[in-house]
């Protein structure tokens, strides 16, 4: 039981990697992903990730892969990482929600979804909310620019 625990824990480090960044930001969160991932060897028997280990293996070449293990990565090898990530990102993302229990899988697509929703929903209303301000303050402006010229 303790063991599927920790692999649990494992999918749903490597889903928060996969959403906090969706297009690589941090220049080690290629890195650390591909890092978690080599821990889901001692899982395989839950549910094999065999053939994303060996995809992104391939993807960033085997030398880069042992330096990135060992925390020696090169700047090269971090490009060939965060390229790898962005290529499997959905196959990744779909392969370790398939591997979540019922309460993992639940709280991914309820509680985390929704705080993306929400603070996509909160962005958006910014940028809308600011443009109308701005819009607003301009037609006021060149309105009262007119009313002081007559």
């Known amino acids: 039981m303790e063991d599927v625990a920790k692999c649990q824990s494992i999918y749903r480090n490597l889903l928060q990697v996969l959403q906090a ?4 930001q941090e220049r080690s969160a290629a890195s650390v992903f591909l890092r978690e991932l080599q821990h889901t060897s001692r899982c395989d028997a839950y549910h094999d990730f ?13 030398d880069s892969m042992k330096r990135i293990a060992s925390f020696d990565e090169t700047e090269k090898d971090e490009r060939r990482a965060e390229q790898a990530l962005v290529h499997y990102h959905d196959f990744s ?50 309105r009262n620019q007119e009313e002081q010229q007559q």
């Open 21 to 24: 960044r969706g297009v690589p």
């Open 93 to 142: 993302q779909k392969s370790l929600v398939a591997a979540l229990d019922w309460e993992g899988w639940l709280k991914f697509h309820t509680i985390d979804k929704a705080e993306r929703t929400v603070a996509s929903f909160t962005t958006t209303g910014s940028v809308h909310g600011g443009w109308r301000f701005a819009r607003s303050a301009s037609y006021n402006w060149s």
């Open 50 to 62: 065999t053939r994303i280990r060996k995809a992104y293996e391939e993807h960033v070449g085997h």
